[in-house]
């Protein structure tokens, strides 16, 4: 595995990671929702957002904000060097009932 790009490298100044999410994502070619994980970031350029959708097919990310129009490599580096690195402290489970 190669390691994650600096940022700088992907275009962006200043960047961070803000956070790390899990969110519904429904895809046109299915019927149904599958959960994904989204890195918020926020850099001089603007704010953005990176989602990891993971299929039985491959990786798939999806860019908004500063990261619209951004290839599948671009995304996957953004979201190699800015998701946290302790999933532990990043995952946050809701409380049920």
Request: aromatic fraction near 4%; charge should be negative; glycine fraction near 14%.
């Amino acid at each position: 595995m190669t390691p994650p790009e600096e940022p700088a490298a992907l275009g962006l100044t200043n960047a961070r990671g803000l956070g790390l999410g899990r969110v519904p994502v429904r895809l046109r070619e299915l019927g149904v929702t599958l959960g994904a994980w989204r890195l918020s970031l926020d850099s001089d350029e603007g704010e953005g957002t990176v989602t990891l959708i993971e299929r039985d097919s491959g990786a798939l990310y999806r860019g908004d904000g500063a990261c619209l129009g951004w290839s599948q490599e671009r995304l996957a580096a953004a979201y190699a060097a800015l998701a946290p690195r302790d999933e532990a402290a990043a995952l946050e489970l809701p409380q049920l009932g």
